[in-house]
């Protein structure tokens, strides 16, 4: 079994910083993908940024620039830096991983269970 857990969600006034942490545990070889997803109430989920094993990274057209996403690979967890935070960027915030297991070397993909980012004055 592998599972994820966030941290770092919070209140924060618009134009401040927060940083999320995701960490994973389990049976784990390896990750392919480390990924932020974003759900703002009654929208749907969309794709913050990812990080791909190697380094490359990828972001939502709304947060390049103001978030950054990286990981350490040995400690399985990946962060989300997001600095001059707005409005819009409220919502429910996803960790999500894509691995290879340790046991069998089968794929997994597992879903934290969310953490709330609220931007307000």
């Known amino acids: 079994q592998v599972q994820v857990a966030e941290s770092g969600g919070g209140l924060v006034q618009p134009g401040g910083s927060l940083r999320l942490s995701c960490v994973a545990s389990g049976n784990i070889n390896g990750m392919y993908v480390m990924a932020w997803y974003r759900q703002a109430p009654e929208k749907e989920r969309e794709l913050v940024a990812n990080i791909v094993y190697g380094g490359d990274t990828n972001y939502a057209e709304s947060v390049r620039g103001r978030f950054t996403i990286s990981s350490d690979d040995a400690k399985n967890t990946a962060y989300l830096q997001m600095d001059s935070l707005k409005e819009e960027d409220t919502g429910t915030y996803y960790c999500?991983?894509?691995?290879?297991?340790?046991?069998?070397?089968?794929?997994?993909?597992?879903w934290g269970q969310g953490t709330l980012v609220t931007v307000s004055s």
């Open positions: 999500n991983m894509k691995g290879a297991r340790t046991v069998d070397y089968k794929f997994f993909e597992v």
